[in-house]
């Protein structure tokens, strides 16, 4: 791991989960993140993960994962509507970046509650996200607190 002068740290991703967006073993550049983190739908993110979510896709040099941030603190998601799409507060998500259609073979719905972020791989019949963590205490959420960076995909 590489980090620059603007907080910009360099990873490699050790897994398929956020293909094709990241592929499996391609470096990228996050830009590191403090407690003031604002986050927003459809961001790239690295995370750590809850101590209750053990799965093979951790990063193997970090223990950092990397998903894409479906509902902020607030909204509502469920999946999926009549085309397949995951919607977030009644509006359906246009996700050209989705390996699958449809958007999730496991089907979810609550309120992402204060501080939480429920979040999903772009790979979505492989990668173990927040859908697959429904049953723990967290809900398949995670902590805003555990984003630990934002990924430049345009740099991926």
Known sequence: MVED???RRGFRTGSAAMEPTIKKGQHFIARMVGADFV???GEV???RPPASWTDP???PDTGFRIARIIGAPGNSVSCCDATGKVVVDGRSLSEPYVSAHPA??????LDV???RLWIMGDN????????YYQDTAEHGT??????????DTRSS
């Open 5 to 7: 002068i603007t907080g």
């Open 45 to 47: 993110i690295l995370y």
């Open 113 to 115: 509650p204060p501080g």
């Open 57 to 59: 896709s951790s990063q």
């Open 142 to 151: 995670i902590a805003v607190s555990d984003v630990v960076g934002v990924v």
């Open 124 to 131: 979505r019949d492989i990668s173990a996200d927040s859908r």
């Open 39 to 41: 986050p927003k739908t």
């Open 104 to 109: 999730s073979a496991a089907d979810f719905e």
